[in-house]
């Protein structure tokens, strides 16, 4: 499967963004979708995950209680809405399809990713 994820930019502090992951070229609805991501320097880093039915989902601690992924399968799009950015948040984001929520590993295929700016 293809995935192509935008809707990055640059946002002040307390600010929302909603990323985008269109897929094609397979069932999207037969895969797990997550998204992650990777500040400068650091590790790529677990964000949320979403059930094939879009009933299950998981956050990381960071995220939990700020952003929501949910997803759309008949548009073959998933999503993470961000609210209460923080600079901290600043990031490229990542989505991804799998098998099961967890980490890296769980996934085989990835978007090419977004940047998100948050600026204090």
């Known amino acids: 499967v293809q995935l192509q994820a935008f809707g990055g930019g640059l946002v002040q502090a307390g600010g929302a963004l909603r990323l985008s992951c269109a897929a094609s070229?397979?069932?999207?609805?037969?895969?797990?979708m997550g998204w992650f991501r990777q500040a400068p320097e650091k590790e790529r880093e677990f964000v949320a995950c979403i059930g094939r039915k879009g009933v299950v989902s998981n956050y990381a601690g960071s995220v939990k209680g700020r952003f929501t992924i949910s997803r759309d399968n008949d548009k073959n799009t998933a999503y993470l809405q961000m609210n209460s950015l923080k600079p901290e948040d600043t990031a490229v984001y990542y989505c991804a399809a799998g098998d099961y929520c967890g980490g890296s590993s769980a996934y085989k295929y990835w978007g090419q990713g977004t940047q998100v700016t948050v600026s204090s």
């Open positions: 070229g397979r069932t999207f609805s037969d895969y797990t």
